[in-house]
């Protein structure tokens, strides 16, 4: 990415580690926390293309939206770790070509991964509060599976929702779980959006380039859905995909 590091600040919550754009060198008065978190475990080895088109094709269709300058995308990638790729980011400095294909191998901490994309959603969305920034967040998490190596509880997941969505620092949040092949663990995967305090689940169900497309169009939706909303006080309404 293009910012130099005294640019960017560091965070931590619950044992995950953030970064982000410095606030002393944003310019418009309110902003959109976008997270994008990627599964990239050995089960999705098959279309690893994939989630790197993904990544490629979801800040393309956020600078195509009519509030682009008020979003702040952050993207992480995550198997039985969690790897940031970029923090919390003006899409002006995000340069898509230095994103490289997932390795994907490993086991699948979805639990820590939506506790790590909530809680910095959190954390750094108070840091703008305190700066007098309105801000809100989205957090799209995309998977193939359920959780079989977190250190986090679904129950600690919803409770950093919680906490999210009664913060001060956040207008609103919205969260999106997708299910992308994730066909035999369907149902498991709505259990964890219930269990974990998720808006909404979305099952893309084969990873077809039609599916994909619609995939691409749902999110860059939501994202804009989103951030049209701040300021009135609530989230966005709950787009069909």
């Known amino acids: 990415m293009k910012l130099s590091d005294d640019k960017l600040t560091t965070g931590a919550v619950g044992g ?13 008065p309110e902003y959109t926390l976008v997270t994008l978190a990627l599964d990239r475990t050995g089960s999705v080895a098959g279309f690893a293309d ?40 003006p899409l002006a400095e995000i340069d898509t070509n230095a994103y490289v294909t997932p390795h994907c ?20 969305g108070q840091t703008l509060s305190k700066q007098d920034y309105l801000t809100n967040g989205i957090v799209v998490v995309v998977t193939d599976g359920d959780d079989n190596a977190s ?23 919205r969260t999106v779980l997708v299910g992308v092949n ?14 974990a305090g998720f808006d ?13 497309a619609k995939l691409f169009d749902f999110v860059s939706r939501s994202i804009s859905a989103q951030s049209q909303s701040l300021g009135t006080g609530g989230p966005s309404q709950a787009l069909t995909f």
């Open 50 to 89: 994939v989630l790197f088109k993904i990544k490629q094709t979801v800040v393309e269709a956020c600078r195509k939206s009519p509030r682009s300058d008020y979003l702040l995308l952050r993207v992480i990638e995550f198997n039985s770790a969690i790897d940031e790729v970029h923090g919390f980011l």
């Open 182 to 195: 994730a066909a035999q663990l369907g149902s498991e995967l709505k259990a964890f959006q219930a269990s």
């Open 200 to 212: 909404q689940f979305v099952d893309v169900a084969d990873a077809s380039a039609a599916r994909l």
């Open 16 to 28: 995950f580690h953030f970064s982000a754009v410095r606030t002393d060198t944003l310019g418009a």
């Open 105 to 124: 191998t490993g086991l699948t901490a979805l639990n820590d991964a939506a506790f790590a994309a909530v809680s910095a959603t959190r954390a750094y």
């Open 151 to 173: 250190h986090t509880t679904v129950s600690m997941v919803a409770a950093e929702v919680k906490k999210a969505v009664q913060s001060e620092a956040l207008e609103s949040l």
